[in-house]
């Protein structure tokens, strides 16, 4: 049976795609933070842990849990982001942007990254076309554009380490999605987010080189 691992799945995106991996015969590992979300992952039949991406001691610990797991795809879903505003950042929001986003990967990823290696998996984080360098253009969103940025730079350092023991690493953008970040007014559901993301896993052949993709699997530059 195969294993997804999918770290932050308390709703929208990530609650979808453990419902889809689910439903398609996936053993499923999921994590959330707050206990009445892991009770609902546990009831769809995931095996659900709690975890903050922003407690060390909590990431340490989820190592310690999935110690030998094998992960056909492993998904970083967690992320928030931060204020609406393009004004002057406050420290706090900044703080807590990068922490989530990027600080979490540098911490989670070395620890998921061996699982996967070990069935020559998928790694993906959930970032943004907004993170796109080459491709930006507009400066909007620029705290959440700056996190996005850096976790592709994360996931390529990840890539670097892990790409040739048989990691695929990739950066995915799940398209502009009808769900609390995105608003009601955004293109796609959920569910076909979800489904062009799966589609996309499992098109996406092997590379020791971290890949930056659309959820329908259409490259964008980094």
């Known amino acids: 049976m195969a294993t997804a691992l999918i770290i932050g799945a308390s709703r929208g995106i990530g609650l979808e795609l453990a419902r889809q991996y689910l439903a398609d015969g996936w053993r499923v590992i999921a994590t959330a933070r707050k206990p009445e979300d892991v009770d609902a992952l546990a009831e ?22 999935l110690d030998g797991e094998e992960l056909n795809v492993a998904i970083l879903n967690a992320g928030v982001y931060g204020p609406r505003h393009d004004g002057f950042p406050l420290q706090s929001d900044f703080d807590n942007v990068m922490h989530t986003n990027v600080l979490a990967a540098m911490r989670l990823l070395p620890i998921i990254a061996p699982m996967v290696c070990a069935v020559r998996g998928k790694l993906a984080v959930v970032s943004s076309k907004m993170g796109s360098l080459s491709e930006r253009g507009n400066p909007s969103g620029s705290l959440y554009r700056a996190s996005k940025a850096a976790l592709n730079s994360v996931l390529i350092d990840t890539a670097l380490s892990f790409g040739k023991q048989g990691a695929t690493c990739v950066a995915l953008h799940p398209g502009w999605v009808r769900t609390d970040m995105g608003g009601g007014e955004a ?31 259409t490259s964008i530059g980094w």
């Open 44 to 65: 769809l039949g995931a095996e659900a842990h709690g975890l903050d991406v922003t407690n060390v001691e909590a990431v340490a610990g989820l190592g310690w849990k």
């Open 187 to 217: 293109d796609l559901s959920v569910e076909e987010s979800a489904a062009g993301i799966r589609a996309t896993l499992a098109a996406l052949p092997a590379s020791d080189r971290a890949v930056y993709r659309n959820y329908d699997g």
